[in-house]
């Protein structure tokens, strides 16, 4: 298994596991991130997306340059909109919660071997 499909697979893992730990704690996670609702069920979606992408070595490298690239858009968005337009949470310690996967998924995308990456 590669980079990509392995930074997946943990990642979409920790991202599956945050949402769902959202909804059963109903606080901020553990006293740091801000959650809600939506937040919550996109941290699960997310996490659908790279696990799923973890299943084949050209899915990875799409999923995690994706849902990095998401991320990282999404971290940056925290700065100037910390309530992110009173939809989800992105200010506070999301901000480097989000621009640190981001760059660690595009990272795992991006060096993938030529020949993982031609596949994609």
Known sequence: MGMARTIAAVF??????AGLA???????LF?????NTLHNVVHIVLG????????????A???TRGVGGLLAVLAILGIPFPDGFGLVPLGGNDIWLHAASGVILLVAGF??????????
Request: negative net charge; without cysteine; aromatic residues 10%.
């Open 31 to 35: 006293g740091l991130f801000e959650v």
């Open 48 to 59: 659908a997306i790279l696990l799923y992408g973890a299943t084949s070595t050209s899915l």
């Open 12 to 17: 979409g893992a920790v991202y599956l596991v």
């Open 111 to 120: 060096m993938a071997p030529s020949a993982e990456a031609a596949t994609a």
């Open 22 to 28: 959202g909804f059963i704690l109903e606080t901020p």
């Open 61 to 63: 490298v799409m999923t």
